[in-house]
């Protein structure tokens, strides 16, 4: 309490003196208190200025801030009493305590006047008496008289003449109800628009006025609601605000998320505007900012989903179509959006602008205040510019409702399209139809609801993710599971090993595909492939060899562990492109491995076949993937512009197609035939290697065109022609699997004495070198890759065993072509005829498959996987100049194809 601090002052023993009472009169009042003022002697000095009591006699003891109390005084009057004697009476009082107008009291009727007026001025006051027509005359409470008038009406009679007819009268000293009396007379006359009559049809009184109010339960309600529109945008604003930098946030540009939030609270406050009195400005200031408000709202969204179908469009190949969707342009575009309703606006507003105006027809006893558009054009063309972007904003968000996203914006945005545009379709009609205020409670209502629909569908699923799901909000996750979202899977047969890092592999482990006959009108079936390939298989294998003798290699890729997927491609182009997308994206789970977002893909190793390296290399070259082939020979493959991303670790057909030209040169067979397969391998090879020695003056006597697929009619068209010929050297630059229906009939025909020139693809196959093949085909020759040898790599074939858990795919096929059975677990109903593996079988390991001393196919896969590691290696770690230590210098998940290649 910040009291005065008030001292006692003991003198001689006497008792404290806490106060002193003054004098009678002022001036030595005024002399005690300067005395002793300045000693503080009232220690109750602080308590008097708080007193506030009532006495026994019911009046009321207090001090104003001035220390005086409250002024009341007696009305007295000098009167003579019965006796004659003078004598002071009390008629009243003055007490300023009371209510401001009853502070004076004074009974005038004891009062005594000069010259006896009393008298005269009672009888006046209490006068009331009647004269002619039963009229009373008396005098009011104020000294007036009561008003009474006669209501008069102009009227025209027959005959032209006009006169003042009484129809009624008014007097005020009556009871409301019969103030006005009106004559029985057919002529009635018409309240003016603002009155209305009463239920006794004699008196006009005012309408009631009705306009959507503060006051009202319904006004309140909706401002409540308004109230927590903004309260929830602000807060998602701050949620926003402090995870800023966090994936989901920033995903689809957070600057145009914030500015949305910014629209949606200008929405909320402006539905706050239809409510209360219409007046010029408020009529004014409620259509515009709602137009402008919304647009800018609307532009935002269309913003978003447009940046959202061009973000995929810009992931297609050759695409820089983000360029012009950058956010500089998408600033431009709500700008711009949202300039256009401003000028429909100003227009508006210039023109004809709303206006506040007394509705007196859709009510007789009522006033509806309402805002008048003004301009029914200006009104329309606002609300039809929402429509037109709204309708333009759902037909893009359905159309990117199904993109493949970890969180696909688009779906959030179509649904709350859908809310807005069913609210304010249903709004025309509500609002046509809507009476008095209830036409603006729906405007409202449509404001907030679309508003709402907005904020809870794009922001709340967000909002969830940030606040309850903090794992998924990582870009890991917003990356991650895209790769996850195909809209179909292959199910191919694969062998994989998880790891750090991938490598892709694709190989003919079978060489054929079953025709399959496709309708169209169904998904098509599985590719069934048979002739299982032992060369193929034992590529597979020495791939995984060496990406083993990798991991355990502490200087190479050290504290890295890399994986494989290897498919199969039946040698067949559709199968290959399958298999390239299927690794391209590495999106399917395998039995290995639960985890759905694959490590980086590194590279794929792929095909044996030029035509199938042709479309590998097609198919992801321009997702910057690099494609090593280890067979694919094909001089085609070297153009860069085309497929920019191949390598391949055996020579080109253009140095084949030289030596195999100075072979024919070098023995001198100027008259020869040629064979060719009806694919890119053999078309260019014959191209290169005649364009080599026609200048040489060697002759080509035909060529001959074949492939796998070709019927048995084909095949035998070709035999003729070798036949009909009487050439005595044929050179084949055909593949093993094309060139064998032909090396079937040839033998079955026993057609010898053919000098026959091979290509590198089917000079050391399997197939052809057996004996019975030798008998029209011995004596081929043709050019090989060197052959090297990996010794370590025997004990890994000879341990390829169905009953070992650890194998992967196709091992049982391989146990079938290499031992005569398979094993019961894989025995199903493709295989009736085949017989079942007792597990006492014995493996004959003098078969070429375990031979590692003269591989040529196989150290080249041997070598491509060697040069992805090596390249991977490069991107990953930088060397320490004094220490030849290497250290990781990017992380794994930043690891891309194109780094690699």
Known sequence: MNSPRVERVNCTKSSAVVAVIG?????????????????????????????????????????????????????????????????????????????????????????????????????????????????????????????????????TFSGGTTKVVTIGYYDASLPKERQLTLNDSITCIKCPPELWSNDEKYQCVLKLVEFLSFEEIMGIILVLFSLLGVFFTIAIAVIFFAYKDTPIVRANNSELSFLLLFSLTLCFLCSITFIGEPSK????????????????????????????????????????VMKWFGPLQQRLS??????????????????????????????????ILECNVGSAIGFWAV????????????????LARKLPDNFNEAKFITFSMLIFCAVWITFIPAYVSSPGKFTVAVEIFAILASSFGLLFCIFVPKCYIIILKPEKNTKKQMIGLFACQLLGKFNMKDMFKGGDIMIGGIFPIFNKQENVLASFENTPPKAQCKGFDLRAFRWTRTMMFAIEE???DEKLLPNVTLGYKILDSCASPTNVLRAALTLASMSEKNNSSLQCNPPPLSAIVAESGSTQSLVVAGAVGPFKVPVVSYFSTCACLSDKKKYPTFFRTIPSDYYQAKALAFLVRRFGWTWIGVLQSDNDYGRNGISAFTKEVESHGVCIAFVGTILRTYPQSKILE?????????????????????????????????????QWIASEAWITADRPSTPIMFQSFGGTIGFVVRKMAIPKLA????????????????????????????????????????????????????????????????YNVYQAVYAIAHAVHQVMFCETPDTNVSKICLPLLEITPNLVS
């Not at 408000?293 to 989903?305: A, E, H, P, R």
């Not at 035999?719 to 044929?730: H, P, W």
């Not at 055909?734 to 010898?752: A, C, F, R, S, W």
Request: hydrophobic share 40%; aromatic share 12%; with cysteine.
């Open 550 to 552: 990798i991991n355990r």
């Open 718 to 754: 070709v035999l003729e022609l070798i036949k009909r010929s009487t050439v005595k050297v044929i050179l084949a630059f055909v593949p093993e699997g094309d060139l064998n229906p032909l090396m079937i009939e040839v033998v079955k025909q026993n057609i010898t004495g053919i």
């Open 383 to 398: 609300l039809g510019y929402i429509g037109f972007l709204a309708l333009i904003c759902f037909i893009l968000a359905f």
């Open 795 to 858: 004990p890994i074939l000879k341990a390829i065993s169905p009953y070992n858990e650890s194998e992967t795919g196709f091992v049982s096929d391989f146990w079938e072509t290499v031992v005569g059975c398979r094993p019961l677990s894989s025995a199903n109903g493709l295989y009736n005829s085949t017989k079942i593996c007792s597990g006492a079988e014995t493996v004959d390991y003098t078969n070429k498959f375990f031979d590692v001393t003269q591989l040529r196919v196989a």
């Open 281 to 320: 400005w408020s009529c004014m200031l409620r259509h515009t900012a709602f137009g402008i408000t919304f647009v800018l709202c609307i532009s935002c969204v269309l913003g978003k989903t447009v940046v959202v179908l061009m973000a995929f469009r810009a992931t297609l190949p050759g695409s820089n």
């Open 334 to 367: 709500v700008l711009a959006f949202t300039l256009i309703q401003v000028l429909i606006c100003v227009l508006w507003l210039t023109i004809s602008p709303p206006f506040p105006y007394k509705n007196m027809n859709y009510y007789k006893e009522k006033i």
């Open 23 to 155: 004098e009678t009169s002022s001036t030595p009042t005024i002399g005690v208190a300067r005395t002793l003022g300045p000693f503080r002697i009232p220690v109750v000095l602080h308590y008097l200025t708080q007193v506030n009591f009532t006495t026994k006699r019911g009046e009321t003891v207090l001090f104003d801030e001035l220390g005086d109390p409250i002024p009341r005084y007696a009305i007295v009057n000098w009167q003579r009493n019965s006796e004659g004697t003078v004598i002071v009476k009390s008629i009243g009082i003055y007490d300023a305590s009371r209510k401001e107008g009853e502070e004076f009291e004074i009974d005038t009727n004891s009062a005594l006047w000069a010259g006896e007026q009393h008298r005269v001025l009672y009888s006046l006051q209490n006068v009331n008496f009647t004269i002619r027509d039963k009229e009373n005359v008396f005098f009011t409470k104020d000294g007036d008289s009561p008003a009474k008038y006669e209501l008069i009406n102009l009227q």
